[in-house]
Nanobody, 116 residues
Framework: QVQLVESGGGLVQAGGSLRLSCQAS????????MGWHRRAPGKQRELVAS???????NYADSVKGRFTISRDSAKNTVYLQMNSLKPEDTAVYYC??????????WGQGTRVTVSS
């Protein structure tokens, strides 16, 4: 059983920054990858960024150069630093954790709203 607690969403003006955090808790967690997905109004959920246990990162083209994903393995926490935010970044952001023998677990989502 794993629990994911997200924080850091909110309202920001275009050009501003936000930092999302997601901490995973549970027993004997074997985390393979952590990441962030988002669902914008009227759109399907999409991958924003992910980071594997070895440190390999992957970003959606739309956020490259603006967002940075990082991880504190000791705290089982993943961060998403979002800079130069645009109105089109407005979405509910979901943390996702891929665990050995368990599969993928999702956070409850945190809303990010970017005003123009």
């Amino acid at each position: 059983q794993v629990q994911l607690v997200e924080s850091g969403g909110g309202l920001v003006q275009a050009g501003g920054s936000l930092r999302l955090s997601c901490q995973a808790s549970g027993t004997n967690l074997m985390i393979n990858a952590m990441g962030w997905h988002r669902r914008a109004p009227g759109k399907q959920r999409e991958l924003v960024a992910s980071i594997r246990s070895g440190g390999t990162t992957n970003y959606a083209d739309s956020v490259k150069g603006r967002f940075t994903i990082s991880r504190d393995s000791a705290k089982n926490t993943v961060y998403l630093q979002m800079n130069s935010l645009k109105p089109e970044d407005t979405a509910v952001y979901y943390c996702a954790v891929d665990l050995s023998f368990v599969g993928r677990s999702w956070g409850q989502g945190t809303r990010v709203t970017v005003s123009s």
